[in-house]
């Protein structure tokens, strides 16, 4: 065995007898305890200013020597309002000595919240202090903390009394309904005297403590701003469906709400008249987009009841504020508030009845969270104006955390949260059932284009001696757009060309119904005025309020061109518009005649019809946004083939339907005729 592997076992065996032999630690529950006093109990407290010394203007009751013992005593857990000073504004002092042991260390001083601003003085000395002093006229403010502030700079080697000071002021605006002086949470402990290091410890946990209990409204904050986020750019993709963005503004409003509240209690920002203004802001546009939501979503009729509830929300933020400069009570504001509120809530809570009433699913759904969340708005706010009018001296217990371990959670945002639940499962069905609607139009309007193909001319419309040349465009899956060409049976061909007023389905069925006219009309005749005429008599009464473009053609096979238009664009013959009678467009006047016109077509001639989709093409780019294509540009490429007509306005900024329809006539020329009627 190795020599040093024996010395080891050797002093780990020395060791453990060693730990063996010796007594179990001791510990001394009084001289083992740490240096810090609690300063609970009674003050002395006087209301007033101090008169200040001649000279230095130093307060004469901040003074070590000032002789208090005529002062009356007040808990310092409670305010100075709950103990015989009831609505008192203004300043007040308190005092009180602590006797500081002999010792090397400093001490310091830890005070609960004192409303609304104060000034500490140790032994006449002013040391610190939270608010401002003079306090402003108008905007006061106060910070609901934990301040440390030193009792004793060094140690000494006897023990001595120190005189502290505290001088109070209150505000008018809220004297009413709080009270002045310090603000002792029970659950976190009162003022304390001591050690510098565990008092700064101490500070930072309870100041802690304070900050979890609003770890529900910052938690709900985030959730509410991440979801209403999500929801707006839902609306974004599908802005025609505006109850996203209803939606979206409501969680918005809530979340800037509830991290304004997070933001003035824990970091005393904004100023209370900066965060009451805000508040009330978010609290109409809560209400705003909510009316407006529920009104979309359950088809409620806007009238002047819903315009009124939206006008009186509108300008309830001016009345949360209407207080500061003196105009009306804190009580008063509040109750103009809430009454400029109200309506809106009303409103809403009895469509929702109504519908709920009447079958509705998503009402039923909806109901009981709405109500909850937004009756306890109200009845939270009431309980608020009450208190401030002195009609209740009850706590607001509707504001009391519920425990829902580790932490707690307001009532109100459990509230926020089973409202948001229901929402979002509503506008979860609510976007499949669009989805599934979605694609049956997808389906029908796939089933009309195939329509739509089916009645374009194919080859076997195609008539020896002619070029025909077609492109057809929509704007949307299907348009209002058509065009037809028949062979006569003699050589020639008839050509239909026209617009449906509208787009969509609509159109395309319209469309289909045309379509079917001109065939069954062309096996009677090609006059183009006599199809016209029997066209203009079907639609009378089906067009819901439309109308229809039509430009008929006939071309026989010498190349005599007939021509009657109902207010299409006139066709371009070798780059050329040719002059025809304009007329009423078809399915407005009843028994309206059109009138013929005669043209000669000798071979290599080519006709050119385009739709206005051609001609209102719109530039996109910032240079020229919004210049049309026109008519100057039409007629430089109507000698172009019809591709490439449709191609330029399509590039340019097609708006609607484009068709474009070229004629090559090829057959014998013959001596042009005159035009009749």
Not at 388 to 403: D, F, H, M
Not at 476 to 481: A, F, L, P
Request: contains cysteine; aromatic residues 10%.
């Amino acid at each position: 065995m190795h020599l040093g592997s024996v010395l080891r076992r050797l002093t780990a065996f020395a060791v453990v007898a060693y730990a063996a032999w010796l007594p179990a630690q001791s510990f001394d529950l009084d001289r083992g305890r740490e240096p810090v006093a609690s300063l609970d109990g009674l003050w002395r407290f006087h209301p007033g200013d101090s008169p200040v010394e001649p000279g230095s203007n130093a307060p004469l009751w901040a003074a070590p020597g000032f002789d208090d013992s005529g002062w009356p005593l007040l808990d310092n857990a409670k305010s100075w309002s709950a103990q015989g000073y009831p609505g008192m504004s203004g300043y007040g002092w308190y005092r009180f000595t602590v006797e500081v042991p002999a010792g090397q260390k400093p001490t310091s001083l830890l005070l609960s919240p004192i409303v609304t601003s104060f000034v500490v003085y140790v032994d006449g000395k002013r040391v610190g202090g939270s608010g401002q002093m003079p306090p402003p006229k108008v905007i006061p403010s106060t910070e609901v903390r934990y301040h440390l502030f030193p009792l004793t700079l060094s140690g000494s080697n006897s023990a001595r009394t120190v005189q502290v000071a505290i001088r109070v002021w209150h505000s008018p605006i809220w004297a009413s309904y709080v009270g002045g002086g310090p603000f002792v949470d029970p659950l976190l402990g009162g003022h304390l005297a001591g050690d510098p290091e565990l008092l700064s410890v101490e500070q930072q946990h309870r100041q802690t403590a304070r900050n979890i209990r609003y770890v529900d409204a910052y938690s709900y904050s985030i959730t509410a701003g991440l979801v209403g986020f999500a929801i707006f750019c839902i609306f974004l993709i599908r802005h025609a469906e505006r109850e996203y963005l209803w939606f979206a503004l409501i969680l918005l409003a809530q979340t800037a709400d509830n991290a304004l509240t997070v933001g003035q209690q824990i970091y005393s920002w904004p100023p209370v008249p900066l965060y009451d203004l805000s508040d009330g802001i978010c609290a109409a546009i809560t209400l705003i987009a909510a009316l407006c939501f529920f009104s979309r979503i359950l088809k409620a009729r806007a009238g002047w009841i819903s315009s009124a509830c939206l006008a009186l929300a509108t300008v309830s933020p001016l009345a949360a504020i209407s207080y500061w400069p003196g105009w009306f009570s804190a009580p008063a504001a509040g109750t103009i508030q809430l009454v400029c509120l109200l309506p809106a809530v009303v409103w809403i809570l009895t469509v929702l009845v109504d519908r709920t009433m009447r079958g509705n699913l998503d009402a039923r759904l909806l109901l009981l969270p709405t109500m909850l969340d937004f009756g306890y708005y109200l009845a939270d706010n009431l309980a608020i104006v009450l208190n401030q009018a002195g009609w209740t001296s009850l706590p607001r217990v509707l504001e009391v955390p519920l425990p829902l371990p580790p932490f707690t959670m307001h009532t109100g945002i459990l509230l926020h949260l089973l409202f948001l639940l229901a929402m979002v499962v509503f506008l979860v069905i609510r976007f499949t059932r669009a989805r599934r609607h979605e694609a049956w139009l997808n389906g029908e309007f796939e089933a009309a284009r195939q329509i739509q193909q089916v009645l374009l001319p194919d080859k076997l419309d195609q008539c020896p001696g002619f070029t025909v040349e077609c492109i057809y465009q929509p704007a949307d899956q299907v348009g209002g757009d058509f065009f037809q060409q028949i062979a006569d049976g003699q050589g020639g061909m008839l050509l239909v060309v026209g617009d449906v007023s509208g787009k969509g389905l609509p159109a395309a069925m319209l469309v289909s119904v045309l379509v079917g006219v001109i065939r069954a009309e062309a096996a009677h005749g090609t006059d183009p005025a006599v199809l016209l005429r029997s066209l203009n008599d079907r639609l009378m009464g089906r067009s819901n309020s439309g109308f229809t473009t039509c430009l008929a053609a006939h071309i026989s096979a010498d190349g005599l061109l007939t021509v009657a238009n109902a207010g299409h664009l006139p066709p371009y013959l070798n780059g050329e518009e040719i002059g025809i009678p304009g007329s009423l467009p078809l399915g407005i006047l009843a028994r309206q005649r059109y009138e013929s016109t005669f043209f000669r077509m000798s071979p290599g001639d080519r006709l050119t019809f385009v739709s206005d989709g051609v001609v209102e093409a719109q530039a996109q780019s910032k240079s020229n946004h919004g210049e049309l294509f026109g008519f100057d540009r039409t007629r430089a490429l109507s000698r172009q083939p019809a591709a490439s007509i449709a191609e330029a306005a399509h590039a340019f900024g097609q708006m609607d339907d484009i068709t474009v329809v070229t004629v090559e006539f090829s057959g014998a020329s013959v001596a042009p005729v005159g035009a009749h009627a």
